[in-house]
């Protein structure tokens, strides 16, 4: 008969095969094995492949399936660890820790799975969960720098910034990851005796020299070492990603975030050979990815694509055939500017001669290929592959139909655009989340109804209204997936002879030339073709920000920095029922813009001297002229004064530049903010952004000493 040492390493070790078939795209085959035993590490296992299927594509019905299974293995280990209390400890961790482990691992992927299908009582269960704090203390007494990551370099510098930054899954899907805080502080916040504190670990702190990490453990070791990292680390990463209404509530309770920390613990577990260190690796991938593309400014870019690369590296290593892999190999390519070589992987990813698919896993890879496709501006290819996502995935077919239209909008394919966006609010309603429709849902009605009457008004039909469209959706929603961030110089100055082109004219100067302007109406209109493509506030405010975006893209930021302050200064004159997401996101780019500006100046780039004078022009009467932009702080925000010209480094050092920029940025943000809110458009991804960028900020604060 079997010791309880034994019977757990025996049920992990097979448990750990259903793992490897997971990430090795044999889902079907790990399903099977973890029905052979009934074991709280197979209930988990089942529960953790129906997790991974449901976060990956929001099906309301694999979600349902994670939560009975996770359910199920939380009873499962709840019953074994209770039991385990009587047993004598065997190794250096205390009998019951494996099964504190397991049963916290359940837990916490059940308030994740409650979080997919936008409930808040998942984040809360996730909060009010405090194993994870406990387990840390026992496991980690002395805390986890003596442990090794999966570092690429020992550069100190980047010991945080490899781990700090955002996701929401801001790929469309699910809750993101966020920091930690700290189990060693004194405060008496509510859930002090958790371990939990208001006071983050400070960024200097060190290990105490005589902490050891034992040289060789057995695999119940290696499950309590790699699991605790893990488990404290996505806590907190969770945590610090709550929604603003949630994390209102949860600043009442006493917690505060530490994402170096947070991002150091998935590091080391991510480190490990246990199962838990592929799912750290994920974690680390999915955020890196998302900071890599959203949040537009990266204090230690470099670092960040080099820690990236060595996760996928070894998970790639260890499982050659995983499809999460690929996408990742191909998300590295396309931030290190290799639009080419991603097109590449993630069509060999999708090739349909594969031995083995992860369907979900798969539509990942498809939408990732219609983004790139659409960042080379291939249109018709990217059309394609828009929708082809809703024949691998069901979570907004509207969006898909939407952004393809966009696409046959730009190849002037004005009636198959038409037919797709008049399709596009069916596919609302096919698919509802609570009976509410999802916010890029709520968009795109808005723009809808907004291009028909502007049809109407310009035409008194809504006969071919797609022909009064000015600007392509998808070019428009593009900007909220920050998709222009990391287009080429070639492509953006394409993009801005476009824009260039329509009337009425910028006054505001650039060096592109533009190009000849697109038909978008009716030859035998002549009361549509008196009028201007632009005449309304917003759309004037939305090429205004395109061109702030693009020139900036295209190695001009003097004039991207003109454009996007007339971006923001349009604001004023949006109605409240408009595109009124425009200001808060231009004060948003302008901020990346003077970080990027900064950044470059540092590493030797020479500053422009293009006549920008201390102050601003006058503004005209004329709606085509720009508006005055002196005063950036709109929408509240009391007299943030934004100087012409920031980044005048003439009478300082780097650090004094670097202090002014940071500063500037941080007023940039909270301006931004001021101008989000419920009744704005997308405005969680806004806020989502902000969050990134200020760790970003805070990241090279601490790289310049704290100044």
Same mark, same amino acid.
């Not at 990292?229 to 530490?258: E, Q």
């Not at 723009?447 to 000015?470: P, Y």
């Given at each position: 008969?079997?010791?309880?040492?034994?019977?757990?390493?025996?049920?992990?070790?097979?448990?750990?095969?259903?793992?490897?078939?997971?990430?090795?795209?044999?889902?079907?085959?790990?399903?099977?094995?973890?029905?052979?035993?009934?074991?709280?590490?197979?209930?988990?296992?089942?529960?953790?492949?129906?997790? &991974?299927?449901?976060?990956?594509?929001?099906? $309301?019905?694999?979600?349902?399936?994670?939560?009975?299974?996770?359910?199920?293995?939380?009873?499962?280990?709840?019953?074994?660890?209770?039991?385990?209390?009587?047993?004598?400890?065997?190794?250096?961790?205390?009998?019951?820790?494996?099964?504190?482990?397991?049963?916290?691992?359940?837990?916490?992927?059940?308030?994740?799975?409650?979080? &997919?299908?936008?409930?808040? *009582?998942?984040? @809360? =269960?996730?909060?009010?969960?405090?194993?994870?704090?406990?387990?840390?203390?026992?496991?980690?007494?002395?805390?986890?720098?003596?442990?090794?990551?999966?570092?690429?370099?020992?550069?100190?510098?980047?010991? %945080?910034?490899?781990?700090?930054?955002?996701? =929401?899954?801001?790929?469309?899907?699910?809750?993101?990851?966020?920091? $930690?805080?700290?189990?060693?502080?004194?405060?008496?916040?509510?859930?002090?005796?958790?371990?939990?504190?208001?006071?983050?670990?400070?960024?200097?702190?060190?290990?105490?020299?005589?902490?050891?990490?034992?040289?060789?453990?057995?695999?119940?070791?290696?499950?309590?070492?790699?699991?605790?990292?893990?488990?404290?680390?996505?806590?907190?990463?969770?945590?610090?990603?709550?929604?603003?209404?949630?994390?209102?509530?949860?600043?009442?309770?006493?917690?505060?975030?530490d994402r170096k920390l947070a991002l150091r613990a998935l590091a080391v577990s991510a480190n490990?050979?246990?199962?838990?260190?592929?799912?750290?690796?994920?974690?680390?991938?999915?955020?890196?990815?998302?900071?890599?593309?959203?949040?537009?400014?990266?204090?230690?870019?470099?670092?960040?694509?080099? =820690?990236?690369?060595?996760?996928?590296?070894?998970?790639?290593?260890?499982?050659?055939?995983?499809?999460?892999?690929?996408?990742?190999?191909?998300?590295?390519?396309? *931030?290190?500017?290799?639009?080419?070589?991603?097109?590449?992987?993630?069509?060999?990813?999708?090739?349909?001669?594969?031995?083995?698919?992860?369907?979900?896993?798969?539509?990942?890879?498809?939408?990732?290929?219609?983004?790139?496709?659409?960042?080379?501006?291939?249109?018709?290819?990217?059309?394609? #592959?828009?929708?082809?996502?809703?024949?691998?995935? #069901?979570?907004?077919?509207?969006?898909?139909?939407?952004?393809?239209?966009?696409?046959?909008?730009?190849?002037?394919?004005?009636?198959?655009?038409?037919?797709?966006?008049?399709?596009?609010?069916?596919?609302?309603?096919?698919?509802?989340?609570?009976?509410?429709?999802?916010?890029?849902?709520?968009?795109?009605?808005?723009?809808?109804?907004?291009?028909?009457?502007?049809?109407?008004?310009?035409?008194?039909?809504?006969?071919?209204?797609?022909?009064?469209?000015?600007?392509?959706?998808?070019?428009?929603?593009?900007?909220?997936?920050?998709?222009?961030?990391?287009?080429?110089?070639?492509?953006?100055?394409?993009?801005?002879?476009e824009l260039l082109s329509l009337s009425p004219p910028v006054t505001l100067p650039s060096p592109?030339?533009?190009?000849?302007?697109?038909?978008?109406?009716?030859?035998?209109?002549?009361?549509?073709?008196?009028?201007?493509?632009?005449? #309304?506030?917003?759309?004037?405010?939305?090429?205004?920000?395109?061109?702030?975006?693009?020139?900036?893209?295209?190695?001009?930021?003097?004039?991207?920095?003109?454009?996007?302050?007339?971006?923001?200064?349009?604001?004023?004159?949006?109605?409240?029922?408009?595109?009124?997401?425009? %200001?808060?996101?231009?004060?948003?780019?302008?901020?990346? @813009?003077e970080l990027r500006e900064a950044h470059r100046l540092e590493h030797g780039g020479e500053h422009?001297?293009?006549?920008?004078? %201390?102050?601003?022009?006058?503004?005209?009467?004329?709606?085509?002229?720009?508006?005055?932009?002196?005063?950036?702080?709109?929408?509240?925000?009391? %007299?943030?004064?934004?100087? *012409?010209?920031?980044?005048?480094?003439?009478?300082?050092?780097?650090?004094?530049?670097?202090?002014?920029?940071?500063?500037?940025?941080?007023?940039?943000?909270?301006?931004?903010?001021?101008?989000?809110?419920?009744?704005?458009?997308?405005?969680?991804?806004?806020?989502?952004?902000?969050?990134?960028?200020?760790?970003?900020?805070?990241?090279?604060?601490?790289?310049?000493?704290?100044?």
């Amino acid at each position: 008969m079997l010791s309880h040492s034994e019977e757990v390493i025996a049920d992990l070790k097979s448990a750990t095969t259903g793992f490897d078939l997971i990430f090795s795209n044999e889902l079907e085959k790990a399903e099977e094995l973890f029905k052979t035993r009934d074991s709280a590490l197979h209930l988990l296992g089942s529960g953790a492949c129906a997790f &991974l299927q449901a976060a990956l594509s929001l099906e $309301t019905g694999l979600i349902a399936e994670a939560l009975e299974l996770l359910g199920q293995a939380e009873a499962g280990a709840k019953r074994h660890l209770k039991n385990s209390k009587v047993l004598k400890q065997t190794g250096r961790f205390p009998a019951s820790t494996e099964w504190e482990l397991i049963y916290s691992d359940c837990v916490i992927l059940l308030g994740l799975t409650q979080a &997919l299908s936008e409930s808040y *009582m998942g984040y @809360l =269960q996730c909060l009010a969960h405090s194993r994870y704090a406990k387990l840390y203390k026992i496991v980690f007494p002395n805390g986890i720098d003596a442990y090794d990551t999966p570092s690429a370099s020992n550069a100190s510098s980047r010991q %945080g910034s490899l781990l700090s930054v955002a996701a =929401q899954h801001v790929l469309s899907s699910p809750a993101t990851p966020v920091s $930690t805080v700290s189990a060693s502080s004194r405060s008496s916040g509510f859930f002090s005796r958790l371990g939990l504190s208001r006071a983050a670990t400070p960024s200097g702190a060190t290990t105490p020299t005589s902490t050891t990490v034992p040289a060789e453990d057995g695999p119940i070791e290696d499950l309590i070492v790699s699991g605790t990292a893990f488990g404290h680390g996505i806590f907190n990463l969770v945590l610090s990603l709550l929604p603003a209404k949630v994390k209102s509530v949860v600043g009442f309770f006493g917690f505060n975030h530490d994402r170096k920390l947070a991002l150091r613990a998935l590091a080391v577990s991510a480190n490990g050979s246990d199962v838990h260190s592929v799912f750290a690796g994920l974690a680390l991938m999915t955020y890196y990815g998302v900071v890599l593309l959203m949040s537009g400014y990266q204090a230690d870019e470099k670092n960040i694509l080099k =820690q990236y690369r060595v996760i996928v590296d070894k998970l790639e290593t260890k499982y050659p055939t995983g499809t999460l892999w690929i996408l990742n190999r191909a998300k590295i390519l396309r *931030m290190s500017g290799d639009a080419e070589g991603a097109i590449t992987v993630l069509q060999a990813g999708l090739a349909p001669d594969r031995t083995s698919v992860f369907l979900q896993a798969d539509a990942l890879l498809v939408f990732e290929l219609a983004w790139v496709f659409f960042s080379q501006r291939c249109y018709e290819d990217a059309a394609k #592959t828009f929708m082809h996502m809703t024949e691998v995935n #069901t979570w907004s077919h509207a969006t898909y139909y939407f952004l393809a239209a966009g696409c046959q909008w730009s190849l002037g394919n004005f009636e198959e655009a038409q037919r797709l966006l008049e399709a596009t609010p069916a596919q609302i309603d096919k698919r509802k989340i609570g009976n509410k429709d999802l916010p890029t849902e709520v968009f795109i009605k808005k723009r809808l109804a907004f291009w028909k009457a502007k049809h109407e008004r310009r035409t008194g039909s809504e006969k071919d209204w797609v022909r009064s469209i000015s600007i392509s959706p998808a070019e428009e929603m593009a900007i909220f997936w920050n998709t222009h961030g990391r287009i080429t110089p070639e492509v953006a100055q394409a993009h801005i002879a476009e824009l260039l082109s329509l009337s009425p004219p910028v006054t505001l100067p650039s060096p592109i030339s533009s190009a000849p302007p697109p038909p978008t109406t009716p030859a035998s209109d002549a009361q549509a073709q008196a009028r201007p493509p632009l005449d #309304t506030p917003d759309e004037l405010a939305l090429r205004a920000l395109l061109l702030g975006i693009t020139h900036r893209a295209a190695g001009h930021p003097t004039e991207a920095r003109r454009f996007l302050r007339d971006a923001h200064a349009r604001h004023a004159r949006i109605p409240s029922t408009g595109s009124t997401w425009i %200001g808060g996101v231009a004060l948003f780019e302008l901020a990346v @813009l003077e970080l990027r500006e900064a950044h470059r100046l540092e590493h030797g780039g020479e500053h422009e001297h293009e006549g920008e004078s %201390g102050g601003t022009s006058s503004p005209s009467s004329s709606e085509e002229e720009s508006v005055s932009s002196s005063n950036i702080g709109g929408g509240g925000a009391a %007299g943030l004064k934004l100087r *012409m010209n920031a980044l005048a480094v003439h009478d300082g050092s780097s650090q004094t530049r670097w202090r002014r920029v940071l500063k500037e940025a941080e007023a940039l943000l909270d301006s931004a903010m001021s101008l989000s809110g419920s009744e704005v458009d997308l405005s969680s991804r806004l806020e989502s952004r902000v969050a990134m960028l200020r760790d970003e900020i805070g990241l090279k604060r601490e790289m310049l000493g704290g100044r």
